[in-house]
């Protein structure tokens, strides 16, 4: 590993913390002057729908990111079977079935 390698990572790892406070900081923002400022009557909707998705995605991407989803996410499910395969049957199974 040379220092130009070390040198992006450092790089990638300080611009995406960045942009995650400046995302935040915006959604704050936001959020500050919807509650304590004044909207005009016919802006009304225009500022609901807009603070739906501040908080919908501006704010919620970044944490999501750093703090991580949930448990369930790193579980990964069993295998499914390849589409159109049917599971062998087990004869025994099938012959007390049958009687």
């Known amino acids: 590993m040379n220092d130009d390698d070390n040198t992006d990572s450092r790089f990638n790892r300080r611009f ?7 995302l935040i900081a915006f959604a704050c923002g936001y959020v ?6 004044t909207v005009p009557k016919e802006n009304i909707r225009f500022a609901d729908t807009a603070l ?3 908080l919908g995605t501006v704010l919620a991407t970044p944490i999501a990111f750093w ?3 949930s448990r369930s996410n790193t579980a ?3 295998a499914a079977p390849a589409s159109g395969t049917i599971p062998p049957a087990d004869p025994a199974q099938l012959k007390g079935d049958s009687q």
Do not use: D, K, R
Request: without cysteine; neutral net charge.
């Open 16 to 22: 995406i913390a960045l942009l995650s406070m400046v």
């Open 32 to 37: 500050w002057m919807l509650t304590f400022g």
């Open 52 to 54: 739906g998705f501040v």
């Open 67 to 69: 703090m991580g989803h």
């Open 76 to 78: 990964t499910p069993p």
